[in-house]
């Protein structure tokens, strides 16, 4: 557990650079952890897929599934992978500042 | 000595990461055909490239009218703590994959068919056993469209170089 600058706004990270606190979380913190992940712009689709991750979150504490994902996003399959290449759920919930998913799907 | 330390701490401060893992799937049974596929997908997650090798029995988790039709094998499996002569009665099998689905379902672990389909699309690469593919008067029509070529072993080698090979 560190805090760190993102975007110059402190925030407290754990080891990998997930957010601890969901409440730290908003816009330029995302585009700064994209950036930081190999993403220079988040577009439309990138935002779509961070918000579902999110909103998900919040409103039942676990992440979706990359299953999920796929289905109830909006965004198949194939196209996350090309929106997120080192991995969809992982980096789609660092960039919405929500814990890293722990299942194995 | 002190160069060995220095060495090791070096070491130490970037952990080693996996690029890149090459599955075989040698079985033909849902508990055989399942470790395979998650450990292929949950590479594809974490951004690992991942090659899956079907070979054998294994081929049925590629095979076109087999795929969506896989068993939990009830007979010669200790894991299931019931005595062999009771998992070969009629059904039995049948019912035990239909408990061990619903299980899955709640989890969200996809059925087979549409594993492979999650699979495919998060760009691991699916190949099928040429050995076992003439061993059984195979052709690519066989497959689902999801399966890149028909390899050998020596292919699948030389595909799986700079990785980690894990056989299931």
Redesign the interface.
Known sequence: MSTTLIADAPVEVDAEGFLLRTDEWNETVAQGIARANGIPELTDRHWLVVRFMRERFLETGTAP????L?KESGV???EL?QLF??????LAAKIGGIPKPK??? | MTELLESHELALTEPATIEKVSIVISKGSLEGIYPGL?MA??A????IEADVFFTFFGLDAIRKGRFEKIKVATVGNPGLHMPTLIGAIPGFSWLVTRMMKRQMEK????PIP?FIE?VG???ARLYACKATVDMFDLTMEDFVSQVEEIISVGEFYEKAAGGQIIFT
């Open positions: 599934s990359i299953r999920s796929g198949p399959i194939k992978y290449p080192k991995g969809p759920a992982k299942g194995c799907i | 998650i997908n949950g594809r997650m974490e951004g989890i969200d672990i996809p549409e999650l699309d998060s760009g």
